[in-house]
């Protein structure tokens, strides 16, 4: 095959005449292609190996408005997969009525379900007044012990949840979450907890957040849930 040299005013066009990987050797990546979330990564030296998934990084996995009042926030199966180990779940907004207390049960491993019972939790509230509770139980997890859910416009609240091997059937799947809320009257009250379901056999597709009788989440309540990268 002739090849031809190019003059001093002459250019190769890459896009339409050349195929296959550059080597890193010659200015490439050695890569034909990657995929969404994944970057270059060296191997030690200076050579480009492979599009490796985001380590170490949070991808956004699915989020939500409420823009009317609704009973309950779910993540399912669709979101947690074999993807991620360890899930984070950013939570603000109010509630629909005062008085209320915040719950989660887990969902089963075939996703059609809400899971009542085996739950180990603990939640301790530290408040501005000087007041501080604890509270533990089984049937489902209590998220706040007398929190300021309240419906008023300068009421409200912001959560964080980590959601932990919740497809491994060797260890437990736990539940941390941290939560602050404030009343009419600038009380605050701050809360943080830890959770498991005692059945290391079975594994979990998600979880549902609600309130107590009467409690739906407020016009305005939005949320992100994120996978951390393997």
Same mark, same amino acid.
């Given at each position: 095959?002739?090849?031809?040299?190019?003059?001093?005013?002459?250019?190769?066009?890459?896009?339409?005449?050349?195929?296959?990987?550059?080597?890193?050797?010659?200015?490439?990546?050695?890569?034909?292609?990657?995929?969404?979330?994944?970057?270059?990564?060296?191997?030690? +030296?200076?050579?480009?190996?492979?599009? @490796? %998934? $985001?380590? #170490? !990084?949070?991808?956004?996995?699915?989020?939500?408005? *409420?823009?009317?009042?609704?009973?309950?926030?779910?993540?399912?199966?669709?979101?947690?997969?074999?993807?991620?180990?360890?899930?984070?779940?950013?939570?603000?907004?109010?509630?629909?009525?005062?008085?209320?207390?915040?719950?989660?049960?887990?969902?089963?491993?075939?996703?059609?379900?809400?899971?009542?019972?085996?739950? +180990?939790?603990?939640?301790?509230?530290? @408040? %501005? $007044?000087? #007041? !501080?509770?604890?509270?533990?139980?089984?049937?489902? *997890?209590?998220?706040?012990?007398?929190?300021?859910?309240?419906?008023?416009?300068?009421?409200?609240?912001?959560?964080?949840?980590?959601?932990?091997?919740?497809?491994?059937?060797?260890?437990?799947?736990?539940?941390?979450?941290?939560?602050?809320?404030?009343?009419?009257?600038?009380?605050?009250?701050?809360?943080?907890?830890?959770?498991?379901?005692?059945?290391?056999?079975?594994?979990?597709? #998600?979880?549902?957040?609600?309130?107590?009788?009467?409690?739906?989440?407020?016009?305005?309540?939005?949320?992100?849930?994120?996978?951390?990268?393997?």
């Amino acid at each position: 095959m002739a090849i031809t040299r190019l003059g001093p005013n002459q250019s190769l066009n890459l896009a339409n005449n050349v195929t296959g990987a550059l080597p890193v050797a010659n200015g490439g990546t050695g890569l034909t292609s990657g995929t969404t979330d994944q970057f270059l990564k060296f191997t030690g +030296s200076t050579t480009l190996a492979s599009a @490796a %998934d $985001n380590a #170490g !990084g949070m991808v956004l996995l699915t989020s939500g408005d *409420i823009t009317s009042t609704t009973s309950t926030i779910a993540i399912t199966g669709t979101h947690v997969t074999s993807t991620h180990d360890h899930y984070r779940l950013y939570l603000r907004g109010k509630a629909a009525a005062d008085g209320v207390e915040f719950f989660a049960r887990y969902r089963n491993s075939s996703n059609n379900g809400l899971i009542s019972s085996n739950y +180990s939790w603990r939640v301790h509230m530290d @408040a %501005d $007044n000087g #007041g !501080g509770s604890n509270s533990e139980g089984t049937s489902e *997890i209590k998220l706040t012990n007398q929190a300021y859910f309240g419906s008023n416009t300068n009421e409200g609240f912001n959560m964080i949840i980590d959601f932990m091997s919740p497809l491994s059937n060797l260890v437990p799947t736990c539940m941390n979450w941290w939560v602050g809320s404030a009343n009419t009257s600038d009380n605050w009250k701050a809360q943080r907890g830890m959770a498991r379901r005692n059945d290391g056999t079975e594994t979990h597709t #998600g979880f549902t957040l609600f309130f107590n009788t009467g409690g739906d989440f407020a016009n305005g309540t939005n949320y992100e849930f994120y996978g951390l990268a393997k």
